[in-house]
DNA sequence: GAATTTACTTCAAAACTTGAAGTAAATTTC
DNA sequence: GAAATTTACTTCAAGTTTTGAAGTAAATTC
């Protein structure tokens, strides 16, 4: 696997096609640099928003797979992605949903599943009692490292080089920044 | 299941990304050119994924805030997004589910939403019968007219420099290519 | 022309997400 | 120093979304 991310999105499929497309057949490379400043960027946010949706339900699906090959079936991936969250640290849960943003009904949930199956311990701080801190059990610990494993020989199958590496941290950060931006407009309007 | 290897994975969890205390604290982007030989990328996919999914539950949220102020509310932010999907195409049933990698019964019950609220149009297809185009009715044109509108205010937050669309152009290039990597992964195995 | 395949739909059961309400500990206020 | 408020969660009861296993009817293949 090559890839240099030839600029002009030479070989993907219907990759940078917008809107506009006449649908089925989009393999003529639309150029750039031509329609620079109509409504229609090259790639608009919505397609990033579709592109984001598609990559994470395959990444759930895999992660389902995996979760299957290794006889878990207790959790789903969305718990396994909590754990995988929470990592080496030991937190509260306030910190947790902070780190996944997520909603903290939603948290306890996946938690208590989490606890259920003996993945994560709880222990009640001892300075506050209201909370709880978290972190993965052997057996959580455990099924994590099996799903980093497995993630490596996907990883394998696509990292190569310096320039990959480049645009993943691209990819990462410039959707760090739409996280942000679209968390914050969420919540001061505009 | 229980190896009991102890690794120390010391520094998995959470990369690059922020401990984010206080979302506002970013800090630059952390350089790679020290940790480079190790299995453990700086950014690693799982935590794409996890930005991934993040992002995309806040950009639910912001179509689910625009559809309500635009006096929408027979249909949410997921049939929205088949709405976009669609865009200017008309396509058959099949063809949306290659294009959005969308479950079949998914799909299905997305358009009849759709088609209730009269924001498609269902044309059965002359030569093969069993098959159904879609397209978007004036009603469904409105509505993602209106959301395009209100997504270019949001695309002013982001500076929107060469740079910038460079970076939106890359991340869309790397999540296309891990969709399709994590794709092939999903249905042959590996 | 029977069997199979394609192109969807339907259904019911999960899984996930939300928002409102609850609990108990900590903190502030008076 | 007790009442009021706030914090840090958890629970509950709706929703909404996703899945998988049928089903149906038209097209193809044999």
Redo the contacts with the bound molecule.
């Keep these: 696997m090559n890839h240099r991310i030839l600029y002009p999105f030479a070989d993907f499929g219907d990759a940078v096609v917008v809107q506009p497309g006449r649908e089925a057949v989009r393999n003529a490379p639309r150029h750039p640099e031509s329609d620079r400043d109509g409504d229609d960027a090259l790639v608009t946010y919505f397609e990033l928003a579709r592109v984001m949706?598609r990559a994470s339900?395959r990444f759930?699906?895999l992660l389902?797979t995996e979760l299957t090959k290794l006889g878990v079936d207790d959790?789903?991936?969305?718990?396994a992605m909590v754990l995988l969250a929470i990592g080496d640290a030991e937190l509260?849960?306030?910190?947790l949903?902070d780190r996944g943003h997520?909603?903290?009904?939603?948290?306890?949930?996946?938690?208590?599943?989490l606890a259920d199956g003996d993945y994560i311990d709880?222990i009640a701080?001892q300075?506050?009692?209201?909370?709880?801190?978290i972190r993965l059990s052997e057996k959580g610990k455990q099924l994590c490292k099996s799903l980093r494993e497995a993630a490596k020989s996907y990883e394998r199958a696509l990292s190569h080089g310096e320039q990959d590496r480049r645009n993943l941290e691209t990819a990462f950060q410039t959707l760090h920044r739409l996280e942000m931006v679209w968390g914050s407009a969420a919540r001061y309007g505009i």
């Design positions: 949706e339900r759930s699906g389902r959790i789903g991936s969305a718990q509260s849960v306030g910190e949903l997520y909603v903290g009904s939603n948290v306890s949930y996946y938690l208590k599943q709880r701080s300075r506050d009692k209201r909370s709880a801190r």
